[in-house]
């Protein structure tokens, strides 16, 4: 623990400290740890793919290609825009969504927990999310929002925008959505989103709900795993100095702004016209079937409207599709 807390105070001063060279000295001067050790560590960030320059006789420096995530340099991505939230920021954790669950109740809206890895991260319905170290930016919001449970599909759809707008402001690329929470970019999924919450039985309406995303920013080091290599993608095509910081600031940014209009939902068009579902032949996933439908629309409340295949109309308001190819 303790040589998590040295590393992770070591990414902070050289981050802070970017096209400088910190002396060995220094570092161990400022860290209360040996220069043997300052080199040990040095090597382990490297080992992790951080790109850092080692001079003798002058030090260390954070090459332009390391992405780090800090507290300060979230901060500096979200303006004005970051006297709404509560940052935590982790180099590791379990999962973002399962800690702020568990911390709700005694925590403030827009408390945000942020990480550049997840040991057991979660998707949904039970699935695990692939969360690796270095490539991705994983984050859970806390909110009280003033709504019934049955539009708490705005919340994750809310999401789906403001990641959207986030891409494309930090990326050349053009991301789609996948209804309901799914962000694709060049036909891989960049983007998954898990909204959680707690009822209140007596209002039918939601104490808490912490909504959960993870982006892959990059293609780990050797490819995704076999068994999503067909399914997931990065974001980015290559590394770029502090994208993972930026396109977490610009994603806060955007939810924030969102979720001001949650009560109208005025955002549906936007999701509505970022599909990529709407106009395509589909597999409606529901109790271990797959049943082939139509995906018509998306309506106001960004409900996907599906025609079967005898006709029948339904509008799913949750749940999950794929595209039949």
Known sequence: MAGTATKERLVRMLAENRGSYLSGSRIAEQLGITRAAVWKQIRSLMAEGY???AVTNR??????RSDVITKEGLLAALGPEGARYTLEVHDSITS?????????ESLPDWYVIVSGRQTAGRGRIGRSFYSPEATGIYLSVLLRPDLPAEQSVRITTAAA??????????????????WVNDVFVEDRKACGILTEGSLNLETGGLDWVVM????????PEGGFPEEIREI??????????????HLAGSFLRHFG????????????????KRSIVTGQNILVLRNGQEIPAFAEDIDGECRLRVRYADGREELLSSGEVSIRL
């Open 96 to 104: 973002t969504n399962t800690v702020l669950k568990e911390r709700a």
């Open 257 to 272: 702004k969102v979720c001001d209009s949650l009560a109208e939902a005025s955002f549906a068009e936007e999701y509505r």
């Open 51 to 53: 790109e850092i320059d």
């Open 59 to 64: 030090g260390y420096c954070l090459g332009d």
């Open 161 to 178: 925008v403001a990641a959207c707008r986030a891409i494309e402001e930090t990326t050349e690329r053009k991301p789609g959505i996948k």
């Open 212 to 219: 959960g995303i993870g982006f892959n920013v990059y293609e």
């Open 232 to 245: 997931a993608g990065p974001v980015a095509a290559e590394r770029a100095g502090d994208l993972r910081v």
